[in-house]
């Protein structure tokens, strides 16, 4: 397998992590997103959009972050990173579905005007009205994880891909100073995500943390 993927970037460390979680040996291929290499014509040939992350294993080309980890983790059931029943990998999937179309889009122009190193990798400007609709955003998303995590340590029970799909950017925010403590069960679940042997060595890899 061959990923690619870019520095700070919170979608790449998102397919990183459930490769790690699935250990996975992959052969890793850094994009200079700054100089142009995401959009080259050998990367566009994976990846039409020319975005990150993408995976090549074989014949397939996959793009979409959630996507990857969906392969891994049915092509490496031994994981456990996704459930066996029905109701449970639907479970899974809305996390999934609420991720990707609420919870990271409200994130992302929090942590780009107040996590100091992704304003210094991208070279973003604050935005003060972005940053607030963001905050808004989050003041109706987070309950809703406050509440779906009840008494259980990770989103649909055992640990999974819904968890590692919120890892990254809610972290983002949170070492841009937000303020977490109104969301305790959120607060002890980023506590555990970091933890976990496979996010620190994603980290390392995507972000450059010791």
Not at 128 to 142: C, D, M, N, S, W
Not at 181 to 208: C, D, N
């Amino acid at each position: 397998m061959d990923l690619y993927y870019g520095r700070m970037s919170g979608n790449s460390a998102l397919a990183a992590f459930g490769l790690a979680e699935a250990g996975v040996e992959f052969r890793p291929h850094l994009l200079d997103t700054s100089r142009g290499e995401n959009r080259s014509p050998a990367y566009l040939a994976v990846n039409p959009m020319g975005k990150i992350p993408a995976l090549v294993d074989g014949e397939l080309r996959l793009w979409e972050s959630n996507a990857i980890n969906w392969y891994v983790a049915e092509k490496f059931p031994k994981a456990r990173l996704v459930p066996g029943s029905l109701e449970e990998r639907a479970s899974v999937l809305r996390w999934l579905f609420f991720q990707s179309a609420h919870l990271t889009p409200a994130c992302v122009p929090v942590f780009r005007a107040t996590n100091a190193r992704v304003r210094e990798f991208w070279r973003s400007k604050a935005d003060p009205q972005a940053e607030q609709a963001g905050r808004t955003e989050l003041a109706r998303y987070l309950p809703v994880i406050e509440q779906g995590l009840g008494d259980r340590d990770w989103l649909a029970g055992a640990f999974s891909l819904a968890d590692i799909a919120y890892a990254p950017h809610l972290l983002l925010v949170e070492q841009g100073g937000f303020d977490f403590s109104p969301y305790p069960r959120v607060q002890r679940w980023l506590a555990r995500l970091q933890a976990r042997p496979a996010w620190r060595k994603t980290s390392q890899m995507i972000f450059g943390d010791a």
